[in-house]
């Protein structure tokens, strides 16, 4: 279910890759957490590009604990993350804000009385 968003690009070389492989636990930790919150901003993404929300949407993400501190490497990674997720947040904001405006115009023409003829056509 993803949106073809852009990942970070593969290492050049192998060294670069060795350099950028987390070298503990929690780095691979920080890999997973990480993964899984580019499938909810790609979920978020497509509902939004649909133009719906989904019935069943995914449950808030919590960090798993003892995560340690970020990865030098993978820096870059969560910094795409945070901003993808920052205009998802704004895009919902804009949706929910289009949203309110068409129920209250929907609400507006139901309130209104409905139209009563002003002449009668009788024949003559």
Known sequence: MTTG?????????PSAAASAAP?????SAWEDALAELELDVALAEQMLTLGHIAQDPPAPWAPPAGLGPLPTDLVDRARTVLDRQLDVARRLAEAADLSRRHTRAVQAMRATAPSVPVYLDTPA
């Open 5 to 13: 968003a852009a990942h970070p690009a593969a290492p050049a070389s």
């Open 23 to 27: 070298s503990s636990g929690w780095g």
